[in-house]
């Protein structure tokens, strides 16, 4: 981190205001290197195995095919705490049109296992579909955003998932 100052030389400082400058220049210096130091620690954990995906199935509700967003948490240890917030923008017509954003909460998904985040609307297809996941997992915070560009859901873009019998999309 780096900060830059006004130069003044100290034989132009007044007196009475060069003790305080320095000890202004020493703090400010001690604070860069100690935040420096402190990124230098954080860790950033990669998710690995968790996958976001749009599955096209019949809806009893509806009596028809729908399609939906599934959260598939492939790893070996739980989830917990599951925050995913989901939003669709993109340019239809020469118009930029977006949804608002949907937030829904879980409170875990076991190993191996699924949850269903939202239905999915094919008029929000043409746009891009942004899902912002956020969860705990073994002790520590992970976040990840999973994308489906415009034009990459519907029926000619489904595929056989490795991790379950249903065919879906994967997002990116």
């Not at 030389?9 to 009475?16: E, G, I, L, S």
């Not at 954080?42 to 509700?61: A, D, G, Q, R, T």
């Not at 746009?127 to 029926?155: E, H, P, W």
């Amino acid at each position: 981190m780096k900060l830059t100052f006004n130069y003044i030389h100290p034989k132009t400082m007044p007196k009475k205001h060069l003790k305080t400058s320095l000890v202004i220049y020493i703090k400010i210096n001690y604070l860069c290197n100690k935040i420096d130091t402190m990124k230098k620690d954080i860790e950033i954990p990669v998710v690995k195995n968790i996958e976001l995906v749009i599955i096209k199935e019949y809806s009893e509700e509806f009596l028809a095919d729908s399609w939906y967003a599934y959260l598939f948490n492939n790893s070996e240890e739980e989830m917990e705490a599951i925050l995913v917030v989901s939003q669709a923008i993109g340019e239809i017509d020469g118009e930029i049109r977006g949804t608002s954003q949907f937030r829904h909460a879980f409170k875990s998904i076991p190993p191996k296992g699924n949850v269903r985040v939202e239905l999915v609307d094919p008029s929000v297809f043409k746009l891009s579909n942004t899902f912002m996941v956020t969860f705990f997992q073994g002790g520590k915070l992970y976040d990840k955003n999973y994308t489906f560009l415009a034009d990459t859901l519907g029926d000619k873009h489904l595929t056989t998932l490795p991790f379950t019998t249903k065919k879906g999309i994967i997002a990116k």
